[in-house]
């Protein structure tokens, strides 16, 4: 069974940093492109992070990375701004987007 599991969201202060894990079973992200979107409440969801690069709005203070041996997508995020709460989001697509699963987010709040 294809899944991905997103972990490590929280409360954390302006300026604070946190980092996202997205683990994957049943596939090998090795395979696949890898990204981070994020959605607000009231927002669309965006890409945050991916093979392309980085949103504006989080450029120079986001980082993706993977773990290919632990079969992981990583998203370093620092200098967090209250701007940044949103529920963060895995996705994993095959060439020519013919398999696209999402795993079912993790909350990140920023907050004083």
């Known amino acids: 069974q294809v899944q991905l599991v997103e972990s490590g969201g929280g409360l954390v202060q302006p300026g604070g940093s946190l980092r996202l894990s997205c683990v994957g079973s049943?596939?090998?992200?090795?395979?696949?492109?890898m990204s981070w979107y994020r959605q607000a409440p009231g927002k669309e969801r965006e890409l945050v992070a991916g093979?392309?690069g980085y949103a504006d709005s989080v450029k120079g203070r986001f980082t993706i990375s993977r773990d290919i041996v632990k079969n992981t997508v990583y998203l370093q995020m620092n200098s967090l701004k209250l701007e940044d709460t949103a529920m963060y989001y895995c996705?994993?697509?095959?060439?020519?987007?013919?398999?696209?699963?999402w795993g079912q987010g993790t909350q990140v709040t920023v907050s004083s």
């Open positions: 996705n994993a697509k095959s060439s020519f987007a013919t398999r696209n699963y």
């Open positions: 049943g596939f090998t992200i090795s395979a696949y492109f």
């Open positions: 093979s392309n």
